[in-house]
């Protein structure tokens, strides 16, 4: 018995012999590598057999011997293969040695050994590596999940906003540049990654919404100037170009209200133009067809001249005196009944003998200028020193004679500019008036009386 015993005790000294020594830790008091992040070893893996290993593995990187770094972190994997703290610690052996490509594929087997994703170290490592192979969005992406998991990394979050910062910077010069060459596509895809970077810039959204609108999307390009609008309520020139958006859409009330916005918000003499014709336009919208297309008619009716005088000199209207009109028969179920019954109630066109308006009857230029020569009785009123160009002038037309019942009131409407002769001094009182003429006679009696 006592023999096998000194036998066993033997076998115990030789095999104790004959395993393999393990190296000495080195003493670290200056890391070699000061801005790496130790992995810390969750109390999951606080009794593995592959912690004293990972250990030794990171103090040899920090004394800059790398095989002797890997040659632990590698055995350490090996006794416990989903000692993950070893794997992170493989990646930063690769930073050391400037691989950062190898270094990204360790940190992403760490990560991925981690059922959270959350271990700070190994986001932190992914994020130096991405950086090194010149992926900054991605990096600044781990470095983002890296503060998010450790809310008390002070120095990480600075970095993250430097980082958020220079990563918008970049992607605004790029963005910037594919807009003026014209590649909107790819100044599009730009300005969405410096939004995802920085989602609270209201200048981001604004130039977007400037790209979108160049490439045909407007219901996108106000969605953004919205956007800027909100985070930025005095953003004037993204409600400026919000509303020219909108009139170019049909859109007048709503473009009418942006300018308006606009011009609350700072004055622009240009706005200030866009937001009256934006209102014009808005209120012509609301009008009949007819109307609207006044001016390509060839030749305008009686009722379409009434409409014209109705709502374009609706204050001269308003203010003439008004006559007891006849009753007019023929106007009820006629789309300009209103404005019919307007100027026959302030004498600008009277009804027939028979209480017929004959509202699709044709204009003349006769019949024009009767119309004019009273909206210039009305004129004159506000513009006396005016009225004395056309109350006292006899023209001569070469085809109306001074006895002709229209005589005065053509050579008042001549006189006055806003009808013209016609060649060899002619008046030409039966031609069909265009709807062009009509519009511009309305024009330029605005014009007299102030209102343009």
């Given at each position: 018995m006592a023999a096998m015993r000194r036998c066993l005790l033997a076998a115990v000294v030789l095999v104790s012999a004959c395993a393999p020594k393990l190296a000495p830790a080195p003493v670290v008091t200056t890391p070699k590598f000061p801005e790496f992040m130790r992995p810390a070893v969750p109390a999951a893996f606080a009794s593995s057999a592959a912690a004293?290993?990972?250990?030794?593995?990171?103090?040899?990187?920090?004394?800059?011997?790398?095989?002797?770094?890997?040659r632990e972190l590698a055995s350490a994997l090996k006794v416990d293969p989903a000692f993950y703290p070893a794997?992170?610690?493989?990646?930063?052996?690769?930073?050391?040695?400037?691989?950062?490509?190898?270094a990204l594929a360790h940190f992403d087997r760490a990560l991925e050994l981690n059922p959270q994703h959350s271990d700070v170290s190994a986001l932190v490592g992914r994020g130096q590596a991405l950086l090194g192979l010149n992926r900054e969005g991605?990096?600044?992406?781990?470095?983002?999940?890296?503060?998010?998991?450790?809310?008390?990394?002070?120095?990480?979050?600075?970095?993250?906003?430097?980082?958020?910062?220079?990563?918008?910077?970049?992607?605004?010069?790029?963005?910037?540049?594919?807009?003026?060459?014209?590649?909107?596509?790819?100044?599009?895809?730009?300005?969405?990654?410096a939004i995802?970077?920085?989602?609270?810039?209201?200048?981001?959204?604004?130039?977007?919404?400037?790209v979108e609108r160049r490439q045909g999307n407007p219901t996108a390009a106000v969605e953004h100037f919205r956007k800027a609008v909100a985070l930025?309520?005095?953003?004037?020139?993204?409600?400026?170009?919000?509303g020219e958006v909108l009139e170019e859409g049909g859109d007048f009330e709503g473009a009418a209200k942006a300018y308006a916005d606009s011009l609350a918000i700072e004055p622009n003499a240009a706005v200030e133009a866009r937001v009256e014709a934006a209102r014009s336009?808005?209120?012509?919208?609301?009008?009949?067809?007819?109307?609207?297309?006044?001016?390509?008619?060839?030749?305008?009716?009686?009722?379409e001249l009434a409409a014209l005088i109705g709502i374009r000199l609706a204050t001269l209207v308003q203010n003439a005196p008004r006559v007891n009109a006849a009753l007019m028969t023929d106007v009820r179920n006629n789309w300009a009944a209103p404005w019919i019954m307007a100027v026959a109630r302030a004498g600008i066109m009277e009804p027939f003998a028979n209480h017929a308006f004959q509202p699709r009857s044709v204009v003349r230029r006769v019949d024009l200028a009767q119309a004019v020569a009273r909206l210039l009785a009305r004129t004159a009123v506000v513009n006396p020193a005016a009225a004395k160009a056309w109350e006292s002038a006899r023209l001569k037309?070469?085809?109306?004679?001074?006895?002709?019942?229209?005589?005065?009131?053509?050579?008042?409407?001549?006189?006055?500019?806003?009808?013209?002769?016609?060649?060899?001094?002619?008046?030409?009182?039966?031609?069909?008036?265009?709807?062009?003429?009509?519009i511009d006679a309305v024009n330029k009696i605005e014009a007299l009386a102030g209102r343009r």
């Open positions: 004293p290993g990972a250990s030794r593995g990171w103090a040899f990187l920090q004394a800059g011997d790398f095989k002797s770094a890997e794997e992170t610690s493989l990646g930063y052996v690769e930073l050391a040695k400037k691989d950062a490509k190898t991605d990096a600044l992406a781990a470095f983002e999940a890296a503060v998010a998991a450790d809310p008390s990394q002070v120095d990480l979050a600075r970095r993250v906003e430097v980082l958020r910062f220079r990563t918008v910077e970049q992607g605004l010069a790029r963005a910037r540049e594919a807009a003026k060459a014209g590649r909107l596509d790819e100044a599009n895809q730009a300005y969405q990654a995802a970077s920085s989602p609270d810039s209201a200048f981001l959204y604004r130039e977007l919404g400037g930025d309520p005095s953003d004037a020139t993204s409600l400026a170009q919000m336009r808005a209120a012509l919208a609301l009008l009949p067809a007819e109307y609207r297309a006044l001016d390509q008619a060839a030749q305008i009716t009686r009722a037309f070469s085809d109306l004679s001074t006895g002709h019942l229209a005589y005065t009131a053509a050579s008042a409407a001549v006189a006055a500019g806003v009808l013209t002769a016609g060649p060899g001094n002619s008046f030409q009182p039966s031609r069909p008036v265009a709807g062009a003429e009509a």
